[in-house]
């Protein structure tokens, strides 16, 4: 007996070619995010930029996209979601083209900027869109499809990156765009169903208050680093410009008639839970693929291509993962899958902590491999339970949500493994030359047979802080598994979604609404 399918929101005539061209754009956004930033030293010669100019280039599209992205939601609303679409992919394209042709730094900054903006949407849009497009009963193979898209730009960007700027030059990182982004706004004209357009009045004060502190928060984990943190004042504006703005923004958003952001939406336990877990994903996920370039590179002597080689067999996993998962997710209760994957990713983070400077690319690649599987048992299925329940009306600005708050989990993630990894590099470099006296038995014989004691200062003084930085990366691969372990309990909050034919009643009031 065959188990009945529920109609989709959304009834479309070519539903695979639609997910092709929704995936076109959404994949070009994504690996725009990572595969810039192999090009950042050939940008900084050509464009005559210092080291912390150049940083724009990288910071202004995570800010603008930032902004942008809670504001998908209302635009979708008012423009219609196939306009929005079309718009984002052609204005990211033309962006993407005058990156391409940029002659000064602030033409650069300019023109990312103007590619956040039109970024920021295609994600939650094509998560949206899936949704609707697709039935309940087979959510889990479509956020598959889309988990692919999503997990594929961080974890080839950097290699494709690296490939088109030693091949051809660092314009080719953005120029790469034009063909995808061309064929993508082609099939989306002809394929993308219009959708109703509502006249919603614009919440200026409250989306001024989210911007704030978002933005306020992108530039403390970009700056923090450079600045020491809270030793210096331009850390503690961040603080209060973001703890000022969400404070208004959460009062605002409470007492308002139409809010910018509605928050019933979070009264669905299962889409607040599945927000948590998303943080954590974003810092594991990001967090870990940010340390691995400068280990292989700048420690073991890897060099730009080789490096992507040796990290593919994450995106090998992922991908297994994701076309396994997409149809384990119907028969299994989901909250096992997360839970599967939780361990599996934690298990990859403590193989990490065994790394070795002299060791060959086989532990990085097999526990780069085990890390991809886990990451894709944790992200369909959380998708899955997180939207499962949830009014259809609140899918734009849900998916939205869910974009920036994994995006803010990636900054917040890269910004603690980064100041780890220094402040780590310093104690272990002191702790390990506190061990070493010039008057020790084997530094004298060392010194007799290498040129004497200056030699020995070199190399031992080389040696040193090659190890207390190796230990430095393992103590961070070892702080990211209990990160991901921690979360392990939140997963228990999460409900399984009903079976196929039973409804909610929010879903049953929708239905009869409709």
């Known amino acids: 007996m065959t188990e009945s399918v529920s109609a989709p929101n959304v009834v479309v005539a070519h539903k695979g070619l639609l997910t092709s061209a929704i995936m076109l754009a959404m994949v070009m956004q994504v690996l725009d995010t990572t595969i810039a930033n192999v090009a950042l030293p050939h940008m900084r010669s050509s464009l005559g930029a210092s080291q912390d100019e150049i940083n724009w280039v990288l910071t202004s599209y995570i800010v603008a ?20 679409l079309l718009f984002a992919v052609a ?4 962006s993407s083209l005058l990156c391409g042709i940029a002659t000064s730094l602030e033409e650069m900054v300019l023109f990312r900027i103007m590619q956040g903006l039109c970024g920021a949407v295609l994600a939650p849009l094509a998560q949206a869109t899936m949704m609707d497009i697709n039935p309940r009963e087979k959510l889990g193979q479509a956020m598959a499809i889309f988990g692919a898209g999503i997990m594929i730009g961080p974890i080839i960007g950097p290699t494709l990156g690296g490939w088109l700027t030693e091949t051809f030059n ?34 200026f004060f409250g989306f001024g208050m989210l911007a704030l502190a978002v933005a306020s928060l992108q530039l403390l984990l970009d700056r923090g680093q450079s600045v020491d943190w809270f030793s210096s004042m331009e850390s503690w504006i961040y603080v209060g410009l973001i703890i000022s703005g969400t404070w208004a923004f959460l009062i605002h958003s409470a007492t308002a008639a139409e809010p910018f952001i509605d928050l019933k939406m979070f009264a669905d336990r299962n889409f607040a839970t599945g927000v948590g877990l998303i943080f954590v994903v ?28 040796v990290m593919a067999p994450r995106g090998v996993g992922t991908m297994v993962s994701m076309i396994l998962v997409g149809r384990l997710v119907s028969r299994y209760d989901p909250r096992l899958l997360v839970a599967v994957g939780t361990l599996m990713t934690a298990y990859s983070m403590y193989l990490m902590t065994q790394f070795t400077i002299v060791m060959g690319p086989g532990p990085i690649m097999w526990s780069g491999f085990l890390q991809g599987i886990g990451m894709g048992l944790v992200f369909v299925p959380l998708n899955t339970l997180a939207f499962a329940t949830i009014a259809s009306k609140y899918r734009v600005e849900a998916t939205s949500m869910f974009s920036l708050v994994r995006n803010v989990g990636s900054g917040v993630g890269i910004s603690i493994v980064t100041t780890v990894l220094a402040q780590m590099q310093t104690v272990n470099s002191a702790e390990l030359g506190e061990r070493i006296t010039l008057d020790s038995g084997a530094v004298r014989d060392f010194a007799a047979s290498h040129g004497g004691i200056d030699q020995v200062v070199s190399t031992v003084t080389g040696l040193i802080a090659q190890q207390s930085a190796m230990i430095a990366f393992l103590d961070d691969f070892k702080l990211m598994m209990l990160i991901t372990l921690a979360s392990l309990p939140v997963i228990l909050l999460l409900r399984r979604p009903p079976r196929s034919g039973a409804l909610t009643a929010d879903q049953r009031a929708h239905a009869m609404a409709e």
């Open 65 to 84: 996209a930032a902004i942008a992205t809670p504001l998908t939601g209302w635009l979708a609303d008012r423009l219609g979601r196939k306009t929005l």
């Open 282 to 309: 974003g810092i594991s996920l990001f967090a870990g693929l940010a340390l691995l370039p400068p280990l292989l590179q700048n420690l073991m002597g890897y060099p730009v291509i080789e490096t992507g080689l």
């Open 91 to 94: 204005g990211f394209t033309g």
């Open 170 to 203: 660092w314009r080719a990182v953005f120029l790469v765009n034009l063909p995808v982004g061309g064929l993508a706004l082609f099939m989306l004209f002809a394929l993308m169903p219009n959708t109703e357009v509502k006249r919603r009045r614009f919440d």
